[in-house]
């Protein structure tokens, strides 16, 4: 997907999250997140896309606290702040070019990092904020399969590159809706990831959409096909989950 792709992706999966958490009281459980309610999460998710408008603007490492995040003390107003937040945010990546350097936490230090980083992280948590109604919408393919690969690119910045390294234990995930295969490698330098066909130790084999659940441990590996050992998903499944 292209920098210009991901900007309407932040305002609709944004949109789509504040439409489910007007249906529901702020207190609501977020299943897939245990320890929140519908009220932080929204909180959270608005709260990201203000303080990555700030790092696209000064192109700095910022603290959430240092920006005024004008967040309201009604929560019946968090929904109507977080479409407030994703255009913000759109606005200034809209305005900003897209290769300009920018502090991010991996080595992609640029302003695309944040179009891209945005959107997935918007439409996952407005997956997590459709769960609590009990049937949230499955990713668009194209986005999933965007999604495996950015999450795979950030692993080993998210996790710490030395719980990446390995004795040569493998992964293969296969989608069966659209182009999207890759051999995951743990290794003795860190993660490998290849765009292949190729045998793993364990195999997934699913929509995209039902792909890029299972890799972030928002649904069970039995919600797709599971070839090979089993046993080898003990490895994966508690790295790639966040």
């Given at each position: 997907?292209?920098?210009?792709?991901?900007?309407?992706?932040?305002?609709?999966?944004?949109?789509?999250?504040?439409?489910?958490?007007?249906?529901m009281e702020p207190d609501a459980k977020i299943p897939s997140c245990p320890e929140w309610d519908v009220a932080k999460l929204v909180r959270h998710t608005g709260t990201a896309h203000r303080w990555s408008r700030g790092v696209v603007q000064t192109r700095e490492p910022l603290s959430p606290k240092s920006i005024d995040l004008a967040i309201p003390e009604d929560a019946q107003e968090l929904p109507d702040w977080l479409e407030e937040s994703a255009a913000g945010l759109v606005d200034t990546l809209a305005a900003t070019d897209p290769d300009g350097a920018c502090w991010t936490w991996t080595n992609a230090r640029d302003v695309r990092f944040w179009s891209r980083r945005m959107a997935h992280e918007t439409a996952v948590h407005r997956w997590d904020g459709q769960g609590a109604q009990g049937s949230p919408e499955p990713f668009a393919g194209a986005l999933a399969v965007d999604g495996i690969d950015e999450h795979l690119e950030n692993l080993p910045f998210i996790v710490g590159a030395e719980r990446t390294v390995g004795a040569g234990e493998t992964m293969h995930l296969h989608c069966t809706d659209r182009d999207g295969e890759w051999l995951l490698r743990l290794g003795a330098a860190?993660?490998?990831?290849?765009?292949?066909?190729?045998k793993g130790?364990?195999?997934l084999k699913g929509s995209a959409s039902e792909l890029f659940l299972v890799i972030l441990g928002r649904a069970p590996a039995t919600t797709v096909e599971v070839f090979g050992d089993p046993a080898g998903l003990d490895v994966w499944q508690p790295l790639l989950g966040f």
């Open positions: 997907m292209e920098y210009a792709e991901y900007l309407p992706v932040i305002i609709e999966q944004a949109r789509a999250l504040a439409d489910a958490a007007r249906e860190g993660l490998e990831v290849g765009r292949e066909h190729a130790d364990v195999a």
